[in-house]
C-alpha cells in the first residue's frame, strides 16, 4: 500500500516534468538570425587553402586579412542570401574593431562594388575537391548550393543547440520559483487556516474533524499519503545507512528536479551528415559535444541554485517558511545534479579530444587543466560531505567544505575565462550569496554581543551534577523579544578555534536593565560541548576559578509553529528536546487567554533523573506552568525511576507531583498498559498536573489518547523535539491518523510539527 502511493507520487511527479521539457523546447525562440548567412558561408569556405592565407596570424585574423577569402565569401553571400548579408558583415567589422583591425576590412558595399561578376567565379563542391589538403586555390570560389545549406545547418542547429542549454538551465531556476510560490501560497493557507477557525461543535453530527466535503477529502489525502509521511513512511531523522530520508513533500520536490535535469540532458539534440564544424567526424560527434556543453552550461546555473540552499541567511528561507533542514537536503541534491553534470561534461570533452590523441595540446590550454581541477575537486566534496564525516568529524567537514567550495568556485573563474566573462555572472551569483550570508553572520554577532568585546557574559553549570545537560546563561548587548522556535550559534572567541560555532535552541529567557539573558540547555557530545562540561567540572573541583566565560551569539534563527492558535496541544520532547518545548509552554502560559478552552500536554521522557529534576524545578516549575499538564516518563536505560526524580525535587514541587507509580510499576510500551482516561483526571480543569512515571509511553498511544479529547471541532497540534527514533515514531503516529476509517479525522484536525537537532 505504502510503496504504492509513493510510486504514483512519483510517476505523477515524472509525468508532469515531461511536458514542462517539451514546453520548455516550444518557447525556445527560433526566429531566424542575420548572422546564419554570413557564418554559412564562411563555415563552408574555412575548409578551402587559399594561396593568399597567412597561417602565422590567428584563425580569424588570417581569414580577415586574406582578399580571396574576403571575396569568396562575400560572393557566396550574394549568391545565397543577399538580402542578410549585411547584418552578417557587421559582425566581421565588429569583430575587426574589437581586435584592433578596425578600417582594414572594407565594408560589404564596397566589396560588391569591386567583385568580378558572380558567373565567373567557379562554383566548387567544397565537400569534396576543396577540403583535399593538395588543392591550394589562388582565385576566389563559390561553394556550390549543397554546401551552403549545410554550413547554414550547422549554424542553425548550434545557434539551436545553445539557446536549448540556457534554456533548460534557467528552467531549474523556474523551477525554484514555483516551489518558492508553493512554500509561500503553503504558509499563507497554514496561517489562514490557523487565523480563521472557528470553534464550533458540529452538533449535527458530533464527529471530531467537522464536515467531509470532497475538498476536506483531498485535503485530508494530501495531508496523509504527502505533506506529512517520511518518504517510505516511516523513516525521516534515522537515516537510511548514510542517507538522510526526505519527507514525501520533499521526495517529490526533489524527484521533480532531478528528473527535469535529466530528461533535459536527453532531449533536444539534432545531428546531421556534413556538419560544416566537424565534417570528418561522425554524428556521434556532435551528439557528444553537444551533451557536453549542455551538462556544463546546466552544471552552472546548478551552482547559485545549491548556494543558494545552503546560506543560514537566505533569502528562500525568509519568504518560505522553509527549515534550514529542508533546505539543506535541496542542497545536497542540488550538489550531486551538478557535479554529475561536471562530470559528464568533463567525460564528454575529454573523449571528444582523445579522438585525435591531441590531449597533451589540450593539457596545456589553462581553462582545460582548471576544469579538470574543478570537477576533482567538486566530486573530493562528496566522501568529505558523507554522514560519517560529519557526526565524527564536523569540525574537518565544514573546513575542507568550505575550502574545496572556493577552489572550485576559482578554478571555474580560470575555466571560462575564454568566454570573456560571459559565464562569471554565475559565479558571482555563488559569490553574492555567500558574501550576503557570512556579512549577515558579522552583523547579528555586532548586533548581540558587541559589548562582551572585553570581559564575560556567559555563565554555565551542569544541571544535577557532573552528568547532565550544561546550562549556559549568555547576556545579549541588546534587548531582544525572543520567539519559540529560534535558536543561536555560539561562538567562544578564546578558544583555539575561535571560527568554531553551534547551533543550539533557546529554552528560556530573561530580561534584564542591559540586554536580554538567554538561557541555553544542551547535552554534552564529544567536541565544543565536551570542552564546556570539563571547564565546568574543573571548577567543581576546584582547579579553575569560576564557570564565567565569553560566548559570542549569533541568531536568531529557525521559525517557530503556530501551535498556540489549535485547542488541544501536545508537545513531545526526549531527553535534551525539552529545550525546544520551553518556549512554547511559556507562550502559551504568557499569551492573553484565548477565548476558545485550551488544553496543553507535555510529555517529557527522559533516562536521566538528575537534570529531570533540574529542569522540573526551574523552568517547568509549577509557578511556570499552571493550566498545563505535564506528564514525566522516566525511561530505564540508566536505571532511574520515577521516585528518583521526585526525591531530587525541591519540596514545594514534589508536594505537586501526582506519582501513582512513583515506585515504577513496569515501563509502559503498548497503549494497553496505558492508565485509563479517568473522568475529571485528564479533564481540562485549568489547574494542570504534573505527573511522574517510570516507564516509556509508546507515541501510538500518547496521540490516541490526545485525539481522545477532541470535541466537536477542535483541532490538535502535535509537537516534536527528540531522538530521531521517537520522532519517526511520533510523526508515522500522526501520519496515520488522517482519512476517513475507524478513529482517523480530517486533514485540519490534527498538525504535526517537529523540531530537529541536526541537519
Ligand atoms: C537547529 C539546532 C538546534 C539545536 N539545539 C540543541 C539544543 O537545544 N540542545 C542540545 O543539546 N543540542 C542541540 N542541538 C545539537 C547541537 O548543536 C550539537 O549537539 C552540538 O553542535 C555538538 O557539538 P560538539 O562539538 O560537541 O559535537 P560533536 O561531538 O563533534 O558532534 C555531535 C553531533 O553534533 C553534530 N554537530 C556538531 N557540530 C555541529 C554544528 N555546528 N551544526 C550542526 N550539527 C553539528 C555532529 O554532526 C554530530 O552528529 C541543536 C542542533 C541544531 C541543528
Ligand atoms: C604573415 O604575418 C606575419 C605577422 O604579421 C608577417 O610577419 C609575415 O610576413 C606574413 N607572411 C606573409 C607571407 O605575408
Ligand atoms: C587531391 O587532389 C590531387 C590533385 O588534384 C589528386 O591527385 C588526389 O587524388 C586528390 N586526393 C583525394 C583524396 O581526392
Ligand atoms: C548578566 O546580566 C545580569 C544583569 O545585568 C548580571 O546580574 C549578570 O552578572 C550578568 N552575567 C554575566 C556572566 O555577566
Same mark, same amino acid.
Request: hydrophobic content about 40%.
Given at each position: 500500500m505504502?510503496?504504492?502511493?509513493?510510486?504514483?507520487?512519483?510517476?505523477?511527479?515524472?509525468?508532469?516534468?515531461?511536458?514542462?521539457?517539451?514546453?520548455?523546447?516550444?518557447?525556445?525562440?527560433?526566429?531566424?538570425?542575420?548572422?546564419?548567412?554570413?557564418?554559412?558561408?564562411?563555415?563552408?569556405?574555412?575548409?578551402?587553402?587559399?594561396?593568399?592565407?597567412?597561417?602565422?596570424?590567428?584563425?580569424?585574423?588570417?581569414?580577415?586579412?586574406?582578399?580571396?577569402?574576403?571575396?569568396?565569401?562575400?560572393?557566396?553571400?550574394?549568391?545565397?542570401?543577399?538580402?542578410n548579408?549585411?547584418?552578417g558583415w557587421?559582425?566581421?567589422?565588429k569583430?575587426?574593431?574589437?581586435?584592433?583591425?578596425?578600417?582594414?576590412?572594407?565594408?560589404?558595399?564596397?566589396?560588391?562594388?569591386?567583385?568580378?561578376?558572380?558567373?565567373?567565379?567557379?562554383v566548387?563542391?567544397?565537400?569534396?575537391?576543396?577540403?583535399?589538403?593538395?588543392?591550394?586555390?589562388?582565385?576566389?570560389?563559390?561553394?556550390?548550393?549543397?554546401?551552403?545549406?549545410?554550413?547554414?545547418?550547422?549554424?542553425?542547429?548550434?545557434?539551436m543547440?545553445?539557446i536549448?542549454?540556457?534554456?533548460?538551465?534557467?528552467s531549474?531556476?523556474?523551477?525554484?520559483?514555483l516551489?518558492?510560490?508553493?512554500g509561500?501560497?503553503?504558509?499563507?493557507?497554514? %496561517?489562514?487556516?490557523?487565523?480563521?477557525?472557528?470553534?464550533?461543535?458540529?452538533?449535527?453530527?458530533?464527529?471530531?474533524?467537522?464536515?467531509?466535503?470532497?475538498m476536506?477529502?483531498?485535503?485530508?489525502?494530501?495531508?496523509?499519503?504527502?505533506?506529512?509521511?517520511?518518504?517510505?513512511?516511516?523513516?525521516?531523522?534515522?537515516?537510511?545507512?548514510?542517507?538522510?530520508?526526505?519527507?514525501?513533500?520533499?521526495?517529490?520536490?526533489?524527484?521533480?528536479?532531478?528528473?527535469?535535469?535529466?530528461?533535459?540532458?536527453?532531449?533536444?539534440?539534432?545531428?546531421?551528415?556534413?556538419?560544416?564544424?566537424?565534417?570528418t567526424?561522425?554524428q556521434?560527434?556532435?551528439?557528444?559535444?553537444?551533451?557536453?556543453?549542455?551538462?556544463?552550461?546546466?552544471?552552472?546555473?546548478?551552482?547559485? %541554485?545549491?548556494w543558494i540552499?545552503?546560506?543560514?541567511?537566505d533569502?528562500?528561507i525568509?519568504v518560505?517558511?522553509?527549515?534550514?533542514?529542508?533546505?539543506n537536503?535541496?542542497?545536497?541534491w542540488?550538489?550531486?545534479?551538478?557535479?554529475?553534470?561536471?562530470?559528464?561534461?568533463?567525460?564528454?570533452?575529454?573523449? %571528444?579530444e582523445?579522438?585525435?590523441?591531441?590531449y597533451?595540446?589540450?593539457?596545456?590550454?589553462?581553462?582545460?587543466?582548471?576544469?579538470?581541477?574543478?570537477?576533482?575537486c567538486?566530486?573530493?566534496?562528496?566522501?568529505?560531505?558523507?554522514?560519517?564525516?560529519?557526526?565524527?568529524?564536523y569540525?574537518?567537514?565544514?573546513?575542507?567544505?568550505?575550502?574545496?567550495?572556493?577552489v572550485?568556485?576559482?578554478?571555474l573563474?580560470?575555466?571560462?575565462?575564454?568566454?570573456?566573462?560571459?559565464?562569471?555572472?554565475?559565479?558571482?551569483?555563488?559569490?553574492g550569496?555567500?558574501?550576503?550570508?557570512?556579512?549577515l553572520?558579522?552583523?547579528?554577532?555586532?548586533?548581540?554581543?558587541?559589548?562582551?568585546?572585553?570581559?564575560?557574559?556567559?555563565?554555565?553549570?551542569?544541571?544535577?551534577?557532573?552528568?547532565g545537560?550544561?546550562?549556559?546563561?549568555?547576556?545579549?548587548?541588546?534587548?531582544?523579544?525572543?520567539k519559540?522556535?529560534?535558536?543561536?550559534?555560539?561562538?567562544?572567541?578564546?578558544?583555539?578555534?575561535p571560527?568554531?560555532?553551534?547551533?543550539?535552541?533557546?529554552?528560556s529567557?530573561?530580561?534584564?536593565d542591559?540586554?536580554?539573558?538567554?538561557?541555553? %540547555?544542551?547535552?554534552?557530545?564529544?567536541?565544543?560541548?565536551?570542552?564546556?562540561?570539563?571547564?565546568?567540572?574543573?571548577?567543581?573541583?576546584?582547579?579553575?576559578?569560576?564557570?564565567?566565560?565569553?560566548v559570542?551569539?549569533?541568531?536568531?534563527?529557525?521559525?517557530?509553529?503556530?501551535?498556540?492558535?489549535?485547542?488541544?496541544?501536545?508537545?513531545?520532547?526526549?531527553?535534551?528536546?525539552?529545550?525546544?518545548?520551553?518556549?512554547?509552554?511559556?507562550?502559551?502560559?504568557?499569551?492573553?487567554?484565548?477565548r476558545?478552552?485550551?488544553?496543553?500536554?507535555v510529555?517529557?521522557?527522559?533516562?536521566?533523573?538528575?537534570?529531570?529534576?533540574?529542569?522540573?524545578?526551574?523552568?517547568?516549575?509549577?509557578?511556570?506552568?499552571?493550566?498545563?499538564?505535564?506528564?514525566?516518563?522516566?525511561?530505564?536505560?540508566e536505571?532511574?525511576?520515577?521516585?528518583?526524580?521526585?526525591?531530587?525535587?525541591?519540596?514545594?514541587?514534589?508536594?505537586?507531583?501526582?506519582?501513582?507509580?512513583?515506585?515504577?510499576?513496569?515501563?509502559q510500551?503498548?497503549?494497553?498498559?496505558?492508565?485509563?482516561?479517568?473522568?475529571?483526571?485528564?479533564?481540562?480543569?485549568?489547574?494542570?498536573?504534573?505527573?511522574?512515571?517510570?516507564?516509556?509511553?509508546?507515541?501510538?498511544?500518547?496521540?490516541?489518547?490526545?485525539?481522545?479529547?477532541?470535541?466537536?471541532?477542535?483541532r490538535?497540534?502535535?509537537?516534536?523535539?527528540?531522538?530521531?527514533?521517537?520522532?519517526?515514531?511520533?510523526?508515522?503516529?500522526v501520519?496515520?491518523?488522517?482519512?476517513?476509517?475507524?478513529?482517523?479525522?480530517?486533514?485540519?484536525t490534527?498538525?504535526?510539527?517537529?523540531?530537529a537537532f541536526?541537519?
Open positions: 505504502r510503496t504504492t502511493t509513493t510510486t504514483t507520487v512519483l510517476s505523477l511527479a515524472a509525468l508532469a516534468a515531461a511536458p514542462l521539457a517539451l514546453a520548455a523546447e516550444k518557447v525556445i525562440d527560433v526566429r531566424p538570425r542575420p548572422t546564419w548567412c554570413f557564418f554559412g558561408c564562411d563555415d563552408v569556405l574555412s575548409a578551402i587553402h587559399f594561396v593568399d592565407k597567412n597561417d602565422t596570424l590567428g584563425y580569424y585574423e588570417s581569414k580577415i586579412a586574406s582578399p580571396l577569402y574576403v571575396t569568396s565569401v562575400v560572393a557566396c553571400m550574394q549568391t545565397y542570401c543577399a538580402a548579408a549585411i547584418p557587421d559582425y566581421v567589422l569583430y575587426a574593431a574589437e581586435n584592433g583591425a578596425e578600417g582594414l576590412v572594407p565594408s560589404y558595399n564596397d566589396i560588391v562594388k569591386k567583385l568580378p561578376p558572380l558567373s565567373s567565379i567557379p566548387i563542391d567544397v565537400e569534396t575537391i576543396g577540403k583535399n589538403e593538395s588543392n591550394m586555390y589562388h582565385y576566389p570560389v563559390i561553394p556550390n548550393q549543397e554546401n551552403f545549406d549545410h554550413g547554414k545547418e550547422t549554424e542553425i542547429w548550434w545557434d543547440e545553445m536549448q542549454h540556457h534554456a533548460y538551465g534557467w531549474m531556476y523556474i523551477l525554484l520559483g516551489m518558492v510560490a508553493f509561500i501560497a503553503n504558509r499563507l493557507f497554514t %496561517l489562514y487556516v490557523a487565523r480563521s477557525h472557528k470553534y464550533t461543535v458540529d452538533a449535527e453530527s458530533g464527529a471530531v474533524g467537522g464536515k467531509r466535503g470532497p476536506t477529502s483531498a485535503y485530508t489525502w494530501y495531508r496523509a499519503k504527502i505533506s506529512t509521511p517520511a518518504l517510505l513512511g516511516y523513516r525521516h531523522l534515522q537515516p537510511w545507512g548514510w542517507i538522510s530520508i526526505p519527507t514525501r513533500i520533499q521526495a517529490i520536490a526533489i524527484a521533480f528536479y532531478v528528473l527535469l535535469n535529466f530528461i533535459f540532458t536527453l532531449v533536444g539534440y539534432h545531428t546531421f551528415d556534413h556538419h560544416a564544424y566537424w565534417p567526424e561522425p556521434s560527434f556532435q551528439l557528444w559535444r553537444y551533451v557536453a556543453d549542455r551538462t556544463g552550461i546546466m552544471a552552472f546555473y546548478n551552482l547559485p %541554485l545549491l540552499l545552503a546560506g543560514r541567511n533569502i528562500l525568509w518560505t517558511g522553509w527549515t534550514y533542514q529542508s533546505c537536503i535541496f542542497h545536497r542540488a550538489a550531486r545534479v551538478a557535479i554529475v553534470q561536471a562530470i559528464v561534461h568533463s567525460a564528454a570533452y575529454t573523449w %571528444l582523445l579522438r585525435h590523441e591531441k597533451s595540446e589540450f593539457w596545456a590550454e589553462e581553462y582545460w587543466r582548471m576544469g579538470v581541477f574543478a570537477t576533482v567538486m566530486c573530493l566534496l562528496i566522501p568529505f560531505s558523507l554522514k560519517p564525516v560529519r557526526e565524527k568529524a569540525e574537518f567537514f565544514l573546513i575542507m567544505h568550505i575550502l574545496l567550495a572556493v572550485v568556485l576559482v578554478m573563474w580560470y575555466h571560462v575565462k575564454i568566454f570573456d566573462g560571459s559565464y562569471n555572472p554565475w559565479l558571482w551569483a555563488c559569490v550569496i555567500w558574501a550576503f550570508d557570512r556579512l553572520r558579522i552583523v547579528r554577532i555586532t548586533v548581540l554581543s558587541f559589548r562582551t568585546a572585553t570581559g564575560q557574559n556567559t555563565v554555565a553549570t551542569m544541571t544535577g551534577g557532573s552528568e545537560l550544561i546550562r549556559m546563561s549568555i547576556n545579549s548587548s541588546v534587548r531582544i523579544n525572543p519559540p522556535g529560534s535558536y543561536y550559534f555560539l561562538y567562544s572567541p578564546r578558544s583555539i578555534k571560527w568554531e560555532n553551534h547551533p543550539f535552541t533557546l529554552g529567557w530573561e530580561q534584564t542591559a540586554g536580554t539573558t538567554l538561557h541555553f %540547555l544542551f547535552a554534552p557530545q564529544a567536541g565544543w560541548t565536551r570542552s564546556i562540561q570539563k571547564r565546568i567540572a574543573k571548577v567543581n573541583e576546584g582547579v579553575a576559578p569560576s564557570t564565567s566565560m565569553r559570542l551569539l549569533e541568531g536568531p534563527y529557525g521559525h517557530d509553529h503556530p501551535v498556540t492558535s489549535y485547542e488541544n496541544i501536545l508537545l513531545v520532547a526526549g531527553g535534551s528536546g525539552i529545550t525546544a518545548l520551553l518556549p512554547y509552554v511559556f507562550a502559551l502560559q504568557n499569551e492573553p487567554a484565548p476558545h478552552a485550551r488544553h496543553v500536554t510529555v517529557w521522557v527522559v533516562r536521566n533523573a538528575h537534570y529531570a529534576a533540574d529542569v522540573l524545578a526551574r523552568e517547568l516549575a509549577p509557578k511556570h506552568t499552571a493550566g498545563i499538564d505535564i506528564q514525566v516518563y522516566v525511561s530505564r536505560e536505571g532511574a525511576t520515577a521516585s528518583d526524580v521526585i526525591d531530587g525535587l525541591p519540596t514545594e514541587v514534589a508536594a505537586e507531583v501526582e506519582s501513582d507509580d512513583g515506585s515504577g510499576s513496569g515501563p510500551e503498548s497503549p494497553s498498559q496505558e492508565k485509563p482516561v479517568g473522568k475529571g483526571e485528564d479533564d481540562s480543569d485549568g489547574e494542570g498536573h504534573l505527573r511522574i512515571r517510570s516507564g516509556r509511553p509508546t507515541m501510538e498511544a500518547l496521540v490516541a489518547r490526545s485525539m481522545s479529547q477532541l470535541v466537536g471541532a477542535e490538535l497540534a502535535v509537537l516534536g523535539c527528540g531522538p530521531a527514533g521517537m520522532m519517526d515514531d511520533l510523526r508515522r503516529a501520519s496515520t491518523r488522517y482519512g476517513s476509517g475507524e478513529g482517523q479525522v480530517s486533514g485540519s490534527i498538525e504535526y510539527f517537529e523540531e541536526m541537519w
